[in-house]
């Protein structure tokens, strides 16, 4: 009886998914969508889609992720580890216990904080050779994959290199870029005893140089707490945060004001500037702080702001006070900025200004990482990172980032 109903369960996502890459605008989008309705359906942890470049490295890419292993930048060879092996021998795999199995690619798992335990892996056959795999990892129950999830996984896989030919898709495989934020396993618990709470548990992420971060999540997830040791405002509670390699995890609070002042920029959604101070006179008070500045002059002008260098705060607007905030951040030359809800207190037109001159930052180079609950900013993204209950839950690669004034809401 259960099973019958598992079953029909199962041809009802089928049937979804198949409309689904059929239809959708983005290919993309529709594998991501299909993926987690995998997942989903399978009371699973995590699933990747990966795909083997075999026009140029022969190397096997992690595409399309869901669940909170971040993939970003890493790869596999032919043969390597249990999805490699599924590509080079086109046979569909299911492995009870992942790290005491031969095949087991360990750096995975190191590298990323996510601990495998079991594996459905299914090849992708695009007519005669092998294009890829699904992996579906981690029964929520701990039970073993069933050969009803195993055929949920093998249709979702044929599905796909169907909609891959017919459509096309142009994934560009690139390399990783250089890590320049690392957390590993960071927890953060507020106060003792009775009023103990634990908000950060596990956090496992990796920042890219030069990469455009969006963190979403509900209230109250942890994401002011993460960006606040990110930022080096706050201490993590256990766990490992490193900048550049180097290791702030346990940093005293003079190294700790060293990083925050040469190496990070804030834009916060109160503007925070002070309100004796003309917008120019903002800037210096924090350029004169930090070596190697850069002139107030220029950064406003990089804002769009240099006729208003004399001006009050209170004599501009929200999105032209936000975006002196912006400039002040600038003055530092920081190698990240941090922004917590840049535009949550703007409206729409003043949103886009702002994240038009954010969009110019990222740009010149500056990896920025921002906290939003704006969904439609996350479209601007390199990366979407969604947060829940304390851990990373998803993380996602947009490989077209839409600009600023695509956005609508
Ligand atoms: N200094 C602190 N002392 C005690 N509890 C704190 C402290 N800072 C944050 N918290 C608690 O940690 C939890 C997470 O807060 P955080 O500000 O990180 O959430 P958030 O995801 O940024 O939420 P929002 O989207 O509403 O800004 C909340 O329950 C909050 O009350
Ligand atoms: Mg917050």
New binding site residues.
């Given amino acids: 009886m259960i099973k019958n109903n598992t079953k029909i369960e199962y041809t009802q996502v089928v049937w979804e998914i198949t409309s689904l890459l059929q239809k959708a605008e983005s290919l993309e989008d529709a594998l991501r969508t299909s993926l987690g309705e995998v997942v989903k359906a399978v009371c699973a942890e995590a699933g990747t889609i990966w795909f083997y470049n075999v026009n140029s490295d022969k190397r096997i890419y992690p595409s399309f992720t869901i669940g909170g292993a971040d993939l970003t930048g890493l790869s596999l060879e032919l043969g390597e580890g249990i999805a490699g092996m599924v590509v080079k021998e086109g046979k569909s795999t299911v492995v009870k216990d992942c790290r005491n199995d031969e095949r087991w690619a360990g750096r995975f798992d190191e590298t990323t904080g996510f601990v495998t335990k079991s594996m459905v892996c299914v090849p992708l056959v695009n007519k005669y050779e092998v294009i890829g795999c699904i992996q579906i990892i981690n029964k929520k129950d701990g039970s073993l994959f069933n050969d009803e999830d195993i055929s949920l996984c093998e249709n979702l896989a044929m599905l796909t290199a169907i909609a891959v030919d017919g459509r096309g898709l142009n994934l560009g495989f690139s390399e990783s870029k250089k890590s320049i934020i690392s957390l590993k396993n960071v927890t ?1 618990t ?2 003792t005893g009775d ?1 103990k ?1 634990q ?2 548990k596990g956090v496992n992420l990796d920042i890219r140089e030069g990469e455009f971060l969006v963190i979403l ?12 040791i990110i930022g080096g405002m ?1 201490q993590l509670t256990t766990g490992t945060f490193l900048f550049d390699g180097k290791d702030y995890s346990k940093a005293d609070e003079k190294t700790l004001t060293e990083y925050r002042r040469h190496s990070v920029g804030f834009i916060f959604q109160a503007y925070n500037l002070m309100p004796t101070l003309t917008a120019e006179e903002n800037l210096d008070f924090i350029g004169e702080l930090c070596d190697n500045s850069m002139d107030a002059a220029e950064a406003l002008e990089r804002v769009g702001l240099s006729q208003r260098k004399d001006n009050y705060p209170a004599q501009m607007s929200g999105g032209q006070q936000q975006r002196v905030s912006i400039a002040r951040a600038l003055v530092k030359k920081p190698r990240i900025i941090l922004a ?2 840049p535009t949550a207190a703007l409206d729409y037109e003043t949103s886009i200004e702002v994240l038009t001159v954010l969009e110019e930052v990222i740009k010149s180079g500056t990896t920025l990482l921002m ?1 939003t ?1 704006n969904e439609e900013i996350a479209k601007m993204a390199n990366r979407v990172i969604r ?1 829940k209950g ?1 851990v990373v839950a998803e993380v996602i690669v947009n490989r077209h980032p839409a600009s600023a004034k695509e956005l609508v809401w």
């Fill in positions: 953060k507020f106060g009023t709470l908000v950060l999540g509900e209230s109250g997830c942890g994401k002011s707490t993460m960006l606040n706050d917590d809800e906290v609950h947060m304390g």
